[in-house]
Protein backbone atom coordinates (compact mmCIF):
# COMPACT_ATOMS: atom_id res chain seq x y z
CA UNK A 1 0.00 0.00 0.00
CA UNK A 2 1.48 3.21 -1.12
CA UNK A 3 1.12 6.32 1.52
CA UNK A 4 2.56 9.83 0.73
CA UNK A 5 2.95 12.34 3.72
CA UNK A 6 3.84 15.82 3.54
CA UNK A 7 5.40 17.68 6.12
CA UNK A 8 6.38 21.49 6.42
CA UNK A 9 3.90 23.71 5.45
CA UNK A 10 3.27 26.40 8.58
CA UNK A 11 2.89 30.34 8.83
CA UNK A 12 5.23 32.17 6.62
CA UNK A 13 5.67 36.10 5.96
CA UNK A 14 5.73 37.09 2.57
CA UNK A 15 9.17 36.97 1.14
CA UNK A 16 9.58 34.10 3.10
CA UNK A 17 10.89 30.81 2.38
CA UNK A 18 9.33 27.16 3.49
CA UNK A 19 10.63 23.38 1.60
CA UNK A 20 7.41 20.94 1.77
CA UNK A 21 8.96 17.22 2.23
CA UNK A 22 6.74 14.37 0.61
CA UNK A 23 8.02 11.16 1.85
CA UNK A 24 6.61 7.62 0.68
CA UNK A 25 6.29 4.48 1.56
CA UNK A 26 5.46 1.45 -0.09
CA UNK A 27 6.91 3.14 -3.14
CA UNK A 28 10.33 4.28 -4.52
CA UNK A 29 9.59 7.32 -5.95
CA UNK A 30 12.64 7.50 -7.89
CA UNK A 31 11.03 5.25 -10.30
CA UNK A 32 7.60 7.64 -10.72
CA UNK A 33 7.08 10.61 -12.15
CA UNK A 34 6.06 13.21 -8.95
CA UNK A 35 3.82 16.15 -8.91
CA UNK A 36 3.21 18.96 -6.36
CA UNK A 37 -0.06 20.27 -6.26
CA UNK A 38 -2.27 22.93 -4.12
CA UNK A 39 -6.13 24.60 -3.21
CA UNK A 40 -6.64 27.41 -2.19
CA UNK A 41 -10.21 27.69 -0.34
CA UNK A 42 -13.12 28.09 -3.57
CA UNK A 43 -10.15 27.57 -6.08
CA UNK A 44 -9.76 24.23 -8.04
CA UNK A 45 -6.55 21.83 -7.29
CA UNK A 46 -3.55 23.18 -9.39
CA UNK A 47 -0.41 22.02 -10.77
CA UNK A 48 2.40 23.83 -9.41
CA UNK A 49 5.22 21.78 -10.35
CA UNK A 50 6.10 18.25 -11.32
CA UNK A 51 9.25 16.13 -12.35
CA UNK A 52 9.34 13.33 -14.54
CA UNK A 53 11.25 9.99 -13.90
CA UNK A 54 14.92 10.32 -14.47
CA UNK A 55 14.74 13.71 -12.85
CA UNK A 56 16.00 15.50 -15.84
CA UNK A 57 13.08 17.05 -16.90
CA UNK A 58 10.36 19.91 -14.94
CA UNK A 59 7.66 21.41 -15.14
CA UNK A 60 6.26 24.90 -13.24
CA UNK A 61 3.40 26.95 -13.16
CA UNK A 62 4.13 30.63 -14.41
CA UNK A 63 2.74 32.00 -11.32
CA UNK A 64 5.45 29.87 -8.87
CA UNK A 65 8.42 30.27 -11.87
CA UNK A 66 11.47 31.18 -10.30
CA UNK A 67 10.39 30.98 -6.69
CA UNK A 68 9.49 27.31 -6.07
CA UNK A 69 11.92 23.86 -7.34
CA UNK A 70 11.69 20.60 -7.06
CA UNK A 71 14.21 18.36 -5.88
CA UNK A 72 14.60 14.80 -4.95
CA UNK A 73 16.64 12.21 -1.96
CA UNK A 74 16.65 8.79 -3.22
CA UNK A 75 18.35 7.72 -0.05
CA UNK A 76 15.28 9.22 1.92
CA UNK A 77 13.21 8.13 -0.25
CA UNK A 78 11.49 12.06 -0.77
CA UNK A 79 10.91 14.53 -3.37
CA UNK A 80 10.75 18.14 -1.85
CA UNK A 81 9.41 21.40 -2.60
CA UNK A 82 11.53 24.65 -2.04
CA UNK A 83 8.98 27.80 -2.08
CA UNK A 84 11.13 30.76 -2.05
CA UNK A 85 9.57 34.39 -1.95
CA UNK A 86 6.46 33.54 -0.94
CA UNK A 87 3.14 35.77 -1.50
CA UNK A 88 0.08 35.87 0.47
CA UNK A 89 -1.22 34.20 -3.07
CA UNK A 90 0.59 31.41 -2.19
CA UNK A 91 -1.61 29.97 0.64
CA UNK A 92 -3.22 26.85 0.11
CA UNK A 93 -3.23 23.03 0.69
CA UNK A 94 -0.48 21.83 -0.92
CA UNK A 95 -0.18 17.41 -1.74
CA UNK A 96 2.65 15.96 -3.30
CA UNK A 97 1.66 12.69 -6.05
CA UNK A 98 2.96 9.96 -7.63
CA UNK A 99 2.04 8.90 -10.43
CA UNK A 100 3.57 7.38 -14.43
CA UNK A 101 6.10 4.59 -13.31
CA UNK A 102 9.34 5.32 -15.70
CA UNK A 103 7.18 8.47 -16.95
CA UNK A 104 10.24 10.82 -18.07
CA UNK A 105 8.33 13.51 -18.67
CA UNK A 106 6.25 15.69 -16.10
CA UNK A 107 2.57 16.05 -16.13
CA UNK A 108 0.46 19.07 -15.08
CA UNK A 109 -2.89 16.75 -15.01
CA UNK A 110 -4.20 15.39 -11.36
CA UNK A 111 -5.67 12.12 -13.50
CA UNK A 112 -2.15 11.03 -14.02
CA UNK A 113 -1.38 10.34 -10.38
CA UNK A 114 -2.66 7.32 -8.91
CA UNK A 115 -0.90 8.27 -4.90
CA UNK A 116 -1.91 11.20 -3.05
CA UNK A 117 -0.90 12.98 0.26
CA UNK A 118 -2.98 14.04 2.62
CA UNK A 119 -1.99 17.83 2.38
CA UNK A 120 -0.39 20.65 4.42
CA UNK A 121 -0.82 23.90 4.92
CA UNK A 122 1.10 26.72 4.10
CA UNK A 123 0.35 30.37 5.08
CA UNK A 124 1.49 33.68 4.01
CA UNK A 125 1.30 36.55 5.74
CA UNK A 126 0.93 40.24 3.99
Known amino acids: QVQLVESGGGLVQAGGSLTLTCTASGRTLSRYAMGWFRQAPGKERECVGAIGWGRTSTYFADSVKGRFTISTDNAKNTVNLQLNSLKPEDTAVYYC???????????????????WGQGTQVTVSS
Open 97 to 115: ASGGLYWPRPSREAADYDS
